[in-house]
């Protein structure tokens, strides 16, 4: 079974830029997080979707931040503009189904951001 | 509001000897709780996870950790650590929407 895949692995832009992620979940998940994980700290959630809807965005910061799974699988993730403070490994996980913790959240790779 | 305390910053281990990583939650109702490792460059792998039931849960890669209501913990031990080990260790306490909290981390150094 393929796992969750992200893409890029890093990425360096200036302050002020903008910057997109990508996140393919495993197969079949309805559920899926992306995550901010700046060094030195535990991951933040930034926003949960079931399917193609938002469940959770409370901790994203929607004046820079948005996010996407327009057809349910796939999702994008992007920065506009970057700021120094962005500068973090962002994480993307799949799980099961909504609503049961009893369900594992498996995790991507990570994309590290670096913003100069 | 739902939150994990891992009071370690960096815990260093010689090769061979046992492990016991902390962990202290907060949460109303009854805790889903996990342990991830974290290596460098690496995704979280999930070691083990505590629903209900026996409160020493064993995991992967000979952990287990034993669940205490009395005290909000949930720490996580392995009775003789490998140099492979060394890594970073995140407790996370999961609510009903499926949502994670996790801890600041602890980072494992093993020495041979």
Same mark, same amino acid.
């Given at each position: 079974?393929?796992?969750?895949?992200?893409? #890029?692995?890093?990425?360096?832009?200036?302050?002020?830029?903008?910057?997109?992620?990508?996140?393919? #979940?495993?197969?079949?998940?309805?559920?899926?997080?992306?995550?901010?994980?700046?060094?030195?700290?535990?991951?933040?959630?930034?926003?949960?979707?079931?399917?193609?809807?938002?469940?959770?965005?409370?901790?994203?910061?929607?004046?820079?931040?948005?996010?996407?799974?327009?057809?349910?699988?796939?999702?994008?993730?992007?920065?506009? #503009?970057?700021?120094?403070?962005?500068?973090?490994?962002?994480?993307?996980?799949?799980?099961?189904?909504?609503?049961?913790?009893?369900?594992?959240?498996?995790?991507?790779?990570?994309?590290?951001?670096?913003?100069? | 509001?739902?939150?994990?305390? &891992?009071?370690?910053?960096?815990?260093?281990?010689?090769?061979?000897?046992?492990?016991?990583?902390?962990?202290?939650?907060?949460?109303?109702?009854?805790?889903?709780?996990?342990?991830?490792? &974290?290596?460098? +460059?690496?995704?979280? &792998?999930?070691?083990?996870?505590?629903?209900? +039931?026996?409160?020493?849960?064993?995991?992967? !890669?000979?952990?287990?950790?034993?669940?205490?209501?009395?005290?909000?913990?949930?720490?996580?031990? !392995?009775?003789?650590?490998?140099?492979?080990?060394?890594?970073?260790?995140?407790?996370?306490?999961?609510?009903?929407?499926? &949502?994670?909290?996790? +801890?600041? +981390?602890?980072?494992?150094?093993?020495?041979?």
């Amino acid at each position: 079974e393929a796992g969750v895949a992200q893409s #890029p692995r890093y990425k360096i832009i200036e302050k002020r830029q903008s910057v997109a992620f990508w996140c393919n #979940p495993i197969s079949g998940h309805a559920t899926l997080y992306w995550y901010q994980q700046i060094l030195g700290q535990g991951p933040k959630l930034l926003i949960q979707f079931q399917n193609n809807g938002v469940v959770d965005d409370s901790q994203l910061p929607k004046d820079r931040f948005s996010a996407e799974r327009l057809k349910g699988v796939d999702s994008t993730l992007k920065i506009q #503009p970057a700021k120094l403070e962005d500068s973090a490994v962002y994480l993307c996980a799949s799980s099961l189904v909504y609503g049961s913790a009893y369900n594992e959240q498996f995790f991507g790779p990570g994309t590290r951001l670096t913003v100069l | 509001a739902q939150s994990v305390t &891992q009071p370690d910053i960096h815990i260093t281990v010689s090769e061979g000897a046992s492990l016991e990583l902390r962990c202290n939650y907060s949460y109303g109702a009854t805790p889903y709780l996990f342990w991830y490792v &974290q290596s460098p +460059g690496q995704g979280l &792998q999930l070691l083990l996870k505590y629903f209900s +039931g026996d409160t020493l849960v064993q995991g992967i !890669k000979g952990f287990e950790a034993e669940f205490k209501r009395s005290q909000s913990s949930f720490n996580l031990r !392995k009775p003789s650590v490998h140099w492979s080990d060394a890594a970073e260790y995140f407790c996370a306490v999961g609510n009903t929407g499926n &949502q994670f909290y996790f +801890g600041t +981390g602890t980072s494992l150094t093993v020495i041979p």
